[in-house]
């Protein structure tokens, strides 16, 4: 098969056009901007170039490219729904007129909302975004429903957050704080969230692109199980060598310190459930979860050290220089 895939040059991306490549499809990078995937099997193209260009010939599109951080205010979100709907609508209807066959979105979790209180999130929960971002890939979903059909089969995946080597964000931040060795106010936290490693989710989007019952289903996913707070904190301090220092903390407090400091969504994703019913995923597609968390850390924890030596390397090459 042939399949292009945007935001082919991201975290989520570069591991995907990997796992695509070394099923033996032919994959066309669609990037901004050079350079590109550096790829055995992965050819790129850029938007400058025209979509006919892109997907001509292709059996299949991975949507990977949006925007991801999305701030409150009526700007922030006309961008959101700018990238996130008008750009996907467009790609589908490219696609359609290609003559694709499929056509894989990448959406959020975040369409079912932001956490959990004793009931998973499942594919069948009637959507629930709380912010630009999240009401943005909804409102992406609805629209490629409509499109959809016999000529062009539509799937939509949501992942949580997702973790691995190259990662950003959120999970970025722990990776630092549990590096530096700062004691983190975790100690009364009894959370459930569930994650997702950047190989498994590539795992699954290679399966997707080819398995007939995914035709018009939309899929949640995750890792095999959910992780706490400290739990997670834990983990990633052993995958860096080092010991996690958690100290107790009332959560009201936590949730106070938050809303002082404009930082209550942060404080209440790491204090609150955001559980995921991935059981229709793993029966339709008769699939499991490859990657392993722990494993995944450490492969993530190399990347970080070595990224760090980099930077201080950096860091003394201009200190020599001045």
């Not at 990977?64 to 979100?77: F, P, Q, T």
Request: charged content about 25%; some cysteine.
């Amino acid at each position: 098969m042939r399949v292009v895939v945007t935001g082919a040059n991201g975290f989520v991306g570069r591991p995907v056009c990997q796992k695509l490549a070394s099923d033996g499809h032919e994959v066309v990078a669609l990037t901004r901007r050079e350079p590109g995937v550096e790829t055995s099997g992965v050819r790129q193209v850029t938007f400058a170039g025209g979509l006919s260009n892109a997907l001509a010939g292709a059996d299949a599109l991975v949507h990977l490219a949006a925007r991801a951080h999305v701030l409150n205010g009526k700007e922030a979100e006309a961008e959101a729904a700018r990238v996130n709907v008008d750009l996907t609508v467009s790609l589908a209807e490219a696609a359609l007129r290609a003559g694709l066959k499929r056509f894989i979105f990448v959406s959020s979790i975040k369409v079912n909302g932001e956490q959990t209180d004793g009931l998973p999130f499942s594919p069948s929960m009637r959507p629930a975004p709380l912010d630009g971002y999240g009401r943005s890939k909804a409102r992406a979903e609805e629209l490629l429903r409509s499109i959809a059909g016999s000529k062009l089969e539509v799937v939509i995946l949501r992942p949580p957050l997702m973790y691995g080597p190259g990662l950003k964000g959120n999970f970025a931040r722990l990776f630092a704080l549990a590096d530096r060795g700062i004691p983190m106010p975790f100690g009364n936290v009894k959370n459930s969230r569930d994650i997702l490693a950047v190989d498994t989710f590539a795992d699954l989007i290679g399966l997707v692109v080819r398995h007939p019952a995914a035709a018009g289903r939309t899929f949640l996913v995750r890792d095999g199980r959910a992780v706490s707070t400290p739990e997670l904190f834990g983990a990633i301090a052993r995958s860096l060598g080092r010991s996690a220092r958690i100290f107790p903390v009332p959560n009201v407090m936590l949730r106070l310190a938050g809303a002082m400091t404009g930082r209550s969504d942060e404080i209440q994703r790491l204090i609150g459930n955001l559980e995921i019913d991935d059981g229709e995923t793993r029966d339709v597609l008769q699939w499991s979860p490859p990657a392993n968390m722990e494993a995944t850390l450490r492969e993530t924890a190399d990347w970080w050290k070595l990224r760090r030596k980099l930077s201080l390397a950096q860091e003394s090459s201009r200190s020599l220089a001045d």
